[in-house]
């Protein structure tokens, strides 16, 4: 204290810290995505793509079935040359409202999304604005939005870019137009990026994405100027996804300190009733009880600790699951639906399981296996990953999907599996997961997080389909065990009759009598042959072309993933 | 003979025929093959059928067997007609021409043809097919009268002027006649014992006849000795190693036959031979070096007072069994080398056949 003391008033605010501190300044959001781009799913030209289309459709479709409209979207990417595209994505949804436009394509973190709890495809309000962000820093041009919100409206046309340190909008241009959709949104991006075929292709997205949502239609033009039209399979839209508050066992203490901040509620009690999901007035008075505060607190007056007070009084409350209705599952008829579409297989099995819950979040699994047929046998099975009808491409190593899928015994089923690695065999593995949120490791929501609760249910779903597999898979190899044993018979029968004639001197016609009754004394004790054999024209529902996309180029195009791993590799060095 | 075996294979052929125009499932049938299922009468003296037979129906997992017994009976009847033989390997190679009904080793060819021969009840010899392993060494004083057979003429041959090798049995010697004055036969396990008494011209001082068996004898073997002791009112005498397999083996197959043949024992056993050594007894009174009984001795021992049905009728011979497994120890014949080599000749011999007490049944 005394050295302090004996400092010029200069000096006070000259040292080291000081300086230190004249070098920080604000990061915005947005400058910190510029440079985290790969955090987003843009880390490579192939990927940005993919994630550019993925993030309009996702909002597109979002919008669509929100405004209880059966979906039809048109996608279309043009190659500019020079690593350059066009990138159009036109819905037929609600349009957007002239000031909100802004917000929605130019600001990252704004969304509807985020502070509600529903299941949507969209989640934090991050993905198509770091689009816009990703295309103002490749190309430098601004997002191009058309979108009318009715036949009475005019339609307005808008040009956005973003101000990346003040995690702004910036309107470049905007104009009434002429259009002729009565409602619905068109988003124009420019960007750079590659184009490729195989696993990880736009086309092997879209396509993905019509398998689990066969109530859409997508109409795709593809770089090559091919048009590839997904019909809609189903007249229906799924049921309406209700938003639903979130449940106490599901909110962290960050959040719960940021909802005490922002809630209307006078009192305690009342934020516990309003602002969560089954709280009802007796329950908030144990949770206060329990956490030892007093129901009528301020929540705004509430202090960390007492926040903290209240997040062990819910641990200890014992509260009734959340409602189950908000939660719409693809229904296990539609996915069997899907997978005939794409794969020409033997058997198809489905299911959907009863929904669950995981800290709060209600959740539903869905799984389905297609065997057989024209699949390849000797490769690992084929896995498809969906999450709220969005198919994850990337990171399939990392996903709770695939670890839950090693982790059931295939063998059990029929089909061939070595420790600790994906089974092998003419299989494909289909995964759904549909919750009100759905835990990604990271933003680019590419692999689902190992929850036990979901890794458990994953299982479960995977076992009652691997038990149907099973029947089939054994009573093929039964059958088959049988014609060998029926040619058996059939190589000795001639054999028989033969030297019978040749001992006892029989006529010819003899000894094709012999034959003959040798065929029908057989036969008799064994019975009809059930035919199990794969015939490719059983199943109608199979579409040739649509299985085709995204094969086109597979031989020549590399694993992104393990491409991304290498830049990481060299990133560390 | 030879009409007998044509006759059989054709009523056998004849009912798989007559089941299959039937629209019913074709069967055949043959004794059951193993020592559970052979009665011991002592006073018959060999293994006889016990009466279980095994069916066979041709079903889809069976008809490669049905159809490869077919055709070896069809072989079978060509050899015949033809009055020609085959081995057991030419069996074996001839079957692949039958294409998938082939045989793939001959283990299971010999099966077959062993399926075979006791479904007709008569000996693999009549149906043509004979086997590969010689049927043992003759020397002493003994004339064997064959036939020359291109000329059909008899010839003599003098065992005596053998020098010191030996005539060997052939595989068939129904046709054999014998001139002898020896007082006895001896059977003899092992080639070496048999050369040390054929170099020292043993059989000329003890006036006998001596057969090298060269381990279980064969088939013709066992015949042999049979209608040389039938023909000439000769004792057989029967010298084995010390051991589990001297005794059930050797011994046991030449006096009473064999379970795996029990259909045919009747004219391939020896029941007036006698054991003369090495008892277990003479390890001990002739203190002979001797070798651990092994696991798989004591588990024949154990086999054989328990299973055994000829064993099992003979109380000397359970004691002795009983004996060697508490002595633990086996003994060789070459053992008696340790008192000189001739030893054998001179003292141990000489002593047995004096005292027919040391004898076992």
């Known amino acids: 204290m005394s050295d302090q003391t004996t400092l010029t008033e200069k000096n006070k605010n000259n040292t080291k810290a000081h300086e230190l501190a004249k070098k920080q300044r604000d990061i915005s959001v947005s400058e910190f995505f510029e440079k985290n781009r790969h955090l987003l799913g843009f880390d490579n030209k ?42 159009i994505v036109e819905d037929n949804g609600p349009g957007i409202v002239k000031n909100e436009i802004p917000k929605i394509f130019a600001r990252l973190l704004y969304g509807s999304k985020f502070h509600s709890l529903r299941q949507s495809r969209g989640q934090q309000g991050i993905g198509i604005s770091a689009s816009v962000l990703y295309s103002q820093l490749t190309t430098g041009r601004s997002i191009k939005i058309t979108t009318r919100i009715s036949k009475h409206h005019q339609a307005y046309y808008r040009e ?21 959709k ?38 795709y033009t593809n770089p090559k100027a091919e048009q590839i039209i997904f019909p809609r399979a189903l007249e229906k839209i799924p049921d309406e996804c209700k938003e639903i508050k979130p449940h106490p066992y599901g909110v962290e203490l960050g959040m719960m300190i940021r909802m005490l901040q922002a809630t209307k509620a006078k009192t305690l009690q009342a934020f516990l009733t309003q602002e969560f999901v089954r709280v009802g007035s007796g329950t908030a008075k144990s949770i206060c009880e329990n956490a030892a505060l007093i129901p ?49 297989a033997e058997f198809y099995a489905t299911v959907t399981r009863p929904p669950s819950v995981y800290r709060g979040n209600p959740f539903i699994i869905e799984a389905g296996v297609a065997f057989g047929g024209d699949q390849p046998a000797d490769h690992s099975i084929r896995v498809l990953r969906f999450a709220n009808r969005v198919p994850l491409l990337y990171q399939q190593g990392a996903c709770a999907v695939t670890k839950s899928i090693i982790n059931t015994a295939w063998r059990n089923y029929g089909i061939s599996q070595s420790r ?39 299982k479960l779903a995977l076992q009652e389909v691997g038990r149907k597999l099973a029947s089939y898979v054994l009573k093929k190899k039964k059958i088959m065990l049988e014609s060998k044993k029926r040619s058996h018979i059939e190589k000795f029968m001639p054999i028989i009759a033969d030297t019978l004639k040749d001992l006892l001197d029989l006529k010819n016609d003899e ?33 040739r072309d649509f299985a085709q996309i995204g094969r086109s180029n597979e031989d020549n195009n590399g694993n992104e993933d393990e491409e991304k791993k290498e830049e990481n590799n060299g990133g560390e060095q | ?136 060494d003759i020397a002493g004083k003994l004339i064997v009268v064959d036939k020359d057979s291109d000329t059909g003429k008899e010839i003599k041959i003098d065992c005596t002027k053998m020098g010191t090798g030996a005539y060997s049995i052939p595989i068939s010697v129904e046709h054999l006649k014998f001139e002898t004055d020896a007082k006895f036969i001896l059977a003899i396990e092992t080639a070496g014992m048999f050369q040390r008494l054929v170099k020292h011209k043993y059989w000329k001082n003890a006036n006998c006849i001596l057969i090298s068996m060269g381990g279980v004898p064969t088939r013709a073997c066992r015949r042999f000795i049979r209608r040389l002791s039938d023909d000439k009112k000769l004792p057989v005498l029967v010298f084995t190693d010390g051991d589990p397999y001297g005794f059930g083996s050797i011994y046991r197959t030449l006096k009473v036959g064999s379970g795996n043949a029990a259909h045919i024992n009747k004219y391939f056993c020896v029941p007036q031979a006698k054991f003369i050594g090495i008892t277990p007894q003479d390890i001990v009174d002739y203190k ?22 000829f064993m099992k009728t003979h109380k000397p011979w359970q004691k002795a069994l009983m004996q060697l497994a508490k002595m633990k120890v086996r003994a060789e014949q070459q053992a008696l080398a340790k008192h000189g080599l001739n030893f054998v000749i001179s003292d141990y011999l000489p002593n047995k056949l004096k005292n027919e007490k040391t004898w076992l049944p």
């Open chain 1, 160 to 180: 956005l870019g973003i101000d990346t340190i003040n995690n702004k909008p910036q309107i470049k241009a905007e104009k009434e137009v002429e259009w002729d």
């Open chain 1, 420 to 458: 600790g690695a994906l089974p092998s065999g003419a299989l494909t593995v289909v995964v759904h997961i549909a919750s009100v949120w759905v835990p990604f490791t990271s933003e680019s929501k590419e692999a689902i997080a190992h929850y036990p609760e979901i890794t458990k249910e994953i």
């Open chain 1, 46 to 87: 192939r990927k940005a793509l993919m994630t550019t289309i993925k993030e309009a459709v996702d909002n597109a479709l979002d919008a669509c079935e929100e405004a209880r409209v059966l979906p039809e979207i048109i996608v279309e990417v043009i190659d500019m040359g020079n690593d350059r595209f066009r990138v």
């Open chain 2, 288 to 309: 002979l070096p001797s070798h651990p009984l092994k696991d798989v001795d004591f588990k024949k021992i154990k086999d054989l007072i328990k299973n055994d049905p």
């Open chain 1, 182 to 219: 009565e409602n619905g949104t068109r988003v124009e991006l420019d960007i750079e990026a590659s184009y490729l075929g195989g696993n990880q292709s736009i086309d092997e997205y879209l396509k993905e994405t019509a398998i689990a949502n066969p109530h859409i239609t997508i109409i």
């Open chain 1, 296 to 344: 009528k607190t301020k929540p705004s007056k509430m202090s960390r600790e007492m926040a903290e007070q209240l997040m062990k009084g819910i641990k200890e409350t014992k509260l009734r699951a959340p409602p189950m209705d908000c939660l719409s599952p693809i229904g296990s008829e539609a996915l069997e639906k899907g997978l005939k579409k794409e794969i020409n």
């Open chain 1, 511 to 543: 000894k094709d009598k012999i034959q003959e009754n040798l065929a029908i004394i057989l036969e008799s004790e064994r019975g009809e042959l059930e035919d199990v054999g794969f015939n490719p024209n059983n199943n109608t529902e199979y579409d």
């Open chain 2, 1 to 136: 003979m030879a009409n007998n075996v044509i006759n059989s294979i054709i009523k056998i052929a004849d009912s798989v025929y007559n089941s299959i125009k039937k629209k019913e499932k074709p069967e055949v049938e043959s004794p059951l093959r193993s020592l559970s299922n052979v009665n011991y009468d002592e006073k018959k003296g060999y293994f006889e059928l016990n009466g279980k037979f095994k069916k066979k129906t041709m079903t889809a997992s069976s008809i490669k067997t049905f159809a490869q017994t077919l055709k070896m009976l069809d072989f079978s009847k060509s050899l015949v007609v033809s009055e020609d033989m085959a081995t057991k390997r030419e069996a074996y190679y001839v079957s692949k021409n039958w294409g998938p009904a082939m045989f793939k080793e001959q283990p299971e060819s010999d099966t077959v043809m062993d399926d075979i021969e006791a479904m007709l009840m008569v000996n693999r010899e009549q149906m043509g097919f004979i086997p590969e392993e010689k049927g043992g």
